[in-house]
C-alpha cells in the first residue's frame, strides 16, 4: 500500500526545517519522494542493511576506504534504532527503500516492517549534501544544484582496500570549479571528514580511469565552462557497488535521493 | 671590506641547526652566502627596508595584499631591533644586502650600518621556506628542492589592490604536483596563512597570465612530469616588484636566497 504525494504536498515536505517534524510526516508513509533540501541544516545519510554474517566484513571494509564509505552510523544487530542519530526506526523512516535477494531487486516498498529480522545491521554513510551545503554558503557555484540535476558520477580505476567479499573501484562525484574555487573546495571540505572529506583527484580525470566527464556512469551529465577544473570526491555509490558484486542473501538499501534525515546537524560534522 | 668564505665555510653553515649560532656568524661578515638551508627549523624572512614617508603606504599595500606579501615583522621608525622576531639588529644579521636609491641599485653590502637612519623602518615578509618543511617532510617532491633550483616565479595578470604608490601585478612561485599531493599541498599550506598560506590558483596558468611555465620570470625552469598540475602560490617578490615601480628615494633589501634567519620556529607560524 504505498501512497505517492502530489506537488503540493512535495513543495509542503520542502519548507520544512526541522528533521523530527521531516520523518514525523515520512514515518507515516505520507511522503514518499527525495529528501533533497528538506531539513537542509541536518545531516542526511545513505543506507545499507545486511545480514549479521556479512556486516563485520563491510564494517571493515567502511573503515579501511573511509573517503567512498563514511561512516556516520551503525546499529546493533536486530536493532531497528539509531540512537545516536535521533529518535529512528530505520524500518519506517525512509522514503522509499530497495531490497535486494542474492544481489537482484525484489520489492520498493515504503516501509521494511516484514523484511526486519534480528539478523539484520544497520549501516548510515554520510552524504556529500552535508559538505555542499557550507560550499554553497561561501558562494562557490555548483552545477548540479543551479541545474537541479544530479551530480555526475562515475567508475574510476582506483581500487578501493578490500575486506573479505567486499572490493571494487572506487565512485567519485565530480563538480566542476573554478581554480580558486577548488582551492577554497579543498578548505572546505578537508573539516567534514565524516562525509567524504577533501577531494581525492582534481584537474587529470584520465590519471584515475575517466576517459569522458560529459559520459558519467551515474547521474546527470555536468555543465562544465571554460576556466573550470573538474573536482572528484569520494561517492558513497562505491560500496552500493560493492554490496552489489558481493550478492549478499538480502540487502536494503534506500532507493536513490531518498535519505534518512537525521537530528544531526551539518555542523556538528565539522573536525575543526 | 667584503668577506666571501670558501665552501667549507659555507658547508659547516649549513650544519647550523640553532638560529642564534648562524646570526651570530652572520653579524661578524664573515659568512655572506645563501641562506636556505641553515636552521632549517626556523622561519626566514625577506627584507624591505623604506623611508617613513612611504613606510605606511607599504604597510597598506602588505596588509591588503596578504598572500604574496605576508608581514611576520614591522619595525619602529629608527630602530633596527625586531625584538618579536629574536635579538635581531638589522643592519648586521643579514649575509648580504642590496640598496636601491631611486630605484636603482647602488650597493651591495654586507652590513647597512652606513646607510641606516633615524629615517628608515624595517619590513620582514614571509617566505615559503616554511611551508616547503611541512610539505617534505609529509613526502611531498618538490622539483626544485630535489634539483637544488630556485622555485619557478611568474608575473601574472591577477592585479594586487593598491595602496598609494604601491601596486602592481602579483608574482606567482609554482610547483609541479601530482593531483593527489596538489590537495594535500593545499590543506598543509593553508595552516600557514603567514607565509603565503593556500595556493591563489592551479591547473590553468593561461587563466592568470602566464602563458609558458617552461619560460619563469625569475628563478629556474621546472621540471614538469606527465600527470602533474602546476600550483601557484603567493611570491614574496611582488612587494619587491612594487617597490622597484614606486621609486622610493631609498630601499634597501636582502640579496635574493640571503634571508634574514629569525628565532622564531617555522612550526609556530601554523595557525592551527
Known sequence: MQKTV???GSNHMMKIADSREARGIIRTGEYTGHTAGIAPDFVQGNLCILPREAAQEFAAFCQRNPKPCPVIGMGSPGDPALPDLGHIDIRTDIPRYRVFKDGQLVDEPTDIRKYWSDDLVTFIIGCSF???LPMLQEGIHLQHVARNTTVPMYRTSIDCVPAGRFKGKMVVSMRPLSPADAIRAVQITSRFPAVH????????PEAIGITDIMRPDFGDPPE???????????????PQVAI???????????KPGSMLI???????LAAL
Chains 1, 2 share one sequence.
Open 224 to 238: 562544465v565552462s571554460a576556466g573550470q577544473l573538474p573536482v572528484f570526491w569520494g561517492c558513497g555509490v562505491t
Open 262 to 268: 537525521t537530528d544531526k546537524k551539518n555542523s556538528a
Open 130 to 132: 552535508s559538505f555542499e
Open 197 to 204: 572529506g577533501a577531494p581525492v583527484h582534481l584537474g587529470l
Open 6 to 8: 502530489a506537488a503540493p
Open 244 to 254: 552489489e558484486a558481493a550478492r549478499p542473501s538480502i540487502c536494503i538499501t534506500h
